[in-house]
């Protein structure tokens, strides 16, 4: 066991800490298996890749930002049914992020909108490809505040370098002037170069009251975003308020059973 110690205490030193757990099973496992000592290297590496694979996985997820972790494996397309399964799955290949493709999620609050676009987004961290989420408004104060310290153009070019950009709420408050061409920039320098994924709450006809009332700006943005685009639409009520509405409901059903008034 002494040996075996001393092992240990090395590969931790050569920071391969899987190798270094795992490898007093590996050796009882080769023992009993007779295997050859490439065949008991190979595993043991093999178990460090993979643990390095998911610590760098992990890493992206955190990095990206998400507000929780929302899998496409667990999204009820049963609440969904217009939406297309096989599009989602489709675009589940990332293969739109090759292509510098958009994804705008459109459709009312509550409608797993956001849920779409962080499962495709933690796909592509799985994939080990840069990823960002943010909220439109945090994003457009963050950019504004670069403006003022002379950053911005160093900013840009960071989230031009991303795989893909995830806005999310878009048009739920409306944008100034400023916001509004700072949010064409952005656009403009990701066009054909990187995915942005949008969700919002307004059809695009009504993109002109997000910026700010500037159907001008609203068409040049639009005109790039969905130059190369995917459109997924969500509709019906909010997810989140189904187990509500049905409670009450419930509820409303026994007062009326028991002559109470509603």
Same mark, same amino acid.
């Given at each position: 066991? /002494?040996?075996?110690?001393?092992?240990?205490?090395?590969?931790?030193?050569?920071?391969?800490?899987? =190798?270094?757990?795992?490898?007093?099973? +590996?050796?009882?496992?080769?023992?009993?298996?007779?295997?050859?000592?490439?065949?008991?290297?190979?595993?043991?590496?093999?178990?460090?890749?993979?643990?390095?694979?998911?610590?760098?996985?992990?890493?992206?997820?955190?990095?990206?930002?998400?507000?929780? *972790?929302?899998?496409?494996?667990?999204?009820?397309?049963?609440?969904?049914?217009?939406?297309?399964?096989?599009?989602?799955? +489709? @675009?589940?290949?990332?293969?739109?992020?090759?292509?510098?493709?958009?994804?705008?999620?459109? /459709?009312?609050? /509550?409608?797993?909108?956001?849920?779409?676009?962080?499962? @495709?987004?933690?796909?592509?961290?799985?994939?080990?490809?840069?990823?960002?989420?943010?909220?439109?408004?945090?994003?457009?104060?963050?950019?504004?505040?670069?403006?003022?310290?002379? %950053?911005?153009?160093?900013?840009?070019?960071?989230?031009?370098?991303?795989?893909? #950009?995830?806005?999310? +709420?878009? /048009?739920? =408050?409306? =944008?100034? &002037?400023?916001?509004?061409? @700072?949010?064409?920039? #952005?656009?403009?320098?990701?066009?054909?170069?990187? %995915?942005?994924?949008?969700?919002?709450?307004?059809?695009?006809?009504?993109?002109?009251?997000?910026?700010?009332?500037?159907?001008?700006?609203?068409?040049?943005? #639009?005109?790039?975003?969905?130059?190369? &685009?995917? *459109? @997924?639409?969500?509709?019906?009520? %909010?997810?989140? =308020?189904?187990?509500?509405?049905?409670? #009450?409901?419930?509820?409303?059903?026994?007062?009326?059973?028991?002559?109470?008034?509603?």
């Amino acid at each position: 066991m /002494g040996d075996l110690t001393h092992l240990q205490e090395d590969l931790k030193r050569l920071g391969l800490h899987t =190798m270094a757990t795992v490898v007093g099973t +590996e050796v009882d496992k080769a023992i009993k298996s007779q295997a050859s000592y490439t065949a008991f290297l190979e595993r043991l590496v093999e178990e460090e890749l993979v643990a390095k694979a998911d610590r760098s996985i992990n890493a992206r997820i955190a990095k990206a930002g998400f507000p929780a *972790i929302r899998t496409l494996d667990a999204f009820d397309f049963g609440f969904q049914p217009g939406l297309a399964v096989a599009v989602v799955k +489709e @675009l589940a290949g990332l293969d739109f992020l090759d292509r510098a493709e958009n994804i705008c999620a459109v /459709g009312p609050p /509550g409608t797993g909108k956001s849920h779409l676009l962080i499962g @495709l987004a933690i796909k592509a961290c799985e994939a080990r490809k840069r990823v960002l989420f943010t909220h439109a408004p945090t994003l457009l104060d963050h950019l504004v505040a670069c403006t003022v310290d002379g %950053s911005l153009g160093r900013r840009l070019r960071d989230l031009q370098r991303l795989d893909f #950009l995830v806005v999310d +709420e878009l /048009g739920y =408050m409306p =944008m100034d &002037s400023r916001r509004a061409d @700072l949010f064409f920039q #952005l656009v403009s320098a990701r066009y054909e170069q990187g %995915s942005i994924g949008v969700t919002t709450n307004k059809p695009f006809d009504q993109w002109g009251q997000v910026f700010g009332g500037d159907d001008v700006i609203a068409t040049a943005i #639009l005109d790039r975003l969905l130059h190369h &685009s995917h *459109i @997924l639409v969500t509709t019906g009520p %909010s997810y989140r =308020m189904k187990d509500k509405v049905a409670h #009450l409901k419930t509820a409303a059903c026994g007062d009326a059973a028991n002559g109470k008034p509603k």
